[in-house]
């Protein structure tokens, strides 16, 4: 089986030379948490002259240390001009999924390259099981599994190079977690890595991200170019490393996804928290929706001018939010002829979009 995805290169995670060259002109995010915690780089030569590089960890586990806790404590990075993250604060449990949501430049990324340790903060603390994130950033790798929202591979060398490269300067002894990923998400890595397409790097970025059967993960819009089969793949990936008791802090755009698989929300507008709550209270205790349908088109524009918050209108049909009490929203109705009223079920997406509205602070982007 080993064969069949790596070929006979062995199980020692060797990289060409060249290979690990390009990389240090362009080392991002997602190999750079890995070179800070090389111990030993030993290089040989082969009988051909080809220069090669093995990489070898020295972690050592904590005994009896307890595995992720993401704790962050008022912290603040800012770019300037309201760019950034401002006092946040959260907490992670062990063994939890745990959903991060915003538009892009809300603050998502930023909090997650803070968790990396890749940027100081200005203040604030973050630290994941215990150990402080940019101080020991290095010690906290042994149970991290991290993800970036944009990867930057080294594109001269093959998907099979990449892994054995990541799997080398991890440790790894066994490959069979590796296989299992590859099988999941149907990906073959022998080809060069600047032929494959966006969903196939993403693939490749999961099962580098995971392989290594990590107790934290980091993952940073996890599910950017998959198809529809592949992200309920990758559901199903995130929904078994819960049942392993895997803590998970991650962000993602897709509503569905985060519904099936976090117990916990934490959405942040403007870099800063607007609410962190339990998925299925929130969808209950926030804003109802409802349709209500009338008997002509000319009654429901009359309607939508009543003191209710309208969502949209589409002939004689009219979208309304409900938030707390309900008299207003039936004493105006009682004023129409009406043919009859659908409750609409509240997404994840709506109650983002309560917290999101206009730039004004008006009514809900998101139409029912």
Known sequence: M??????????????????????????????????????????????????????????????????????????TKSYGEGKGVFELSLEVEKGEVF?????????????????????????????????????????????????????????????????????????????KKTIELLEAFELDPKGRIKKMSKGTKQKLGIVCAFMHDPEVLLLDEPTSGLDPLMQNRFVELILSEKERGKTIFMSSHIFEEIEKTCGRIGIIKNGRLCAVEDVEKIKASRTKYYNVIFETEDAAKLFSKEPV?????????????????????????????????????????????????SDKGGKPLRTL
């Open 309 to 357: 918050e309208v969502v949209s209108v589409n002939k004689n049909i009219v979208a309304v939010a409900v938030s707390g009490d309900m008299t207003p929203f039936i004493w105006a109705m009682s004023k129409y002829k009406i043919s009859s009223i659908e409750s609409v079920q509240a997404g994840l997406e709506d109650v983002f979009m309560s917290y999101y509205g």
């Open 99 to 175: 959903g991060f949501l915003g538009p892009n430049g809300a603050g998502k990324t930023t909090t997650i390259r803070l968790l990396m340790g890749f940027i100081s903060p200005d203040g604030g603390k973050c630290s994941i099981n215990g150990l402080d994130c940019r101080r020991q950033s290095a010690e906290i790798q042994k149970s991290l599994g991290y993800l970036p929202g944009e990867i930057s591979f080294m594109d001269e060398m093959t998907g099979t190079q990449f892994i054995k490269f990541m799997a080398g300067m991890r440790g790894m002894k066994s490959f």
């Open 2 to 75: 080993y064969e069949k995805y790596f070929g006979d290169g062995g199980e020692n995670g060797i990289v060409p030379m060249a290979a690990i060259a390009e990389m240090t002109r362009t080392v991002s995010d997602f190999t750079k948490v890995f070179i800070l915690s090389i111990i030993t780089a030993l290089s040989f030569v082969d009988s051909n002259d080809n220069y090669y590089i093995t990489f070898k960890f020295n972690f050592k586990d904590k005994a009896g240390s307890a595995l992720g806790i993401i704790e962050i404590n008022g912290l």
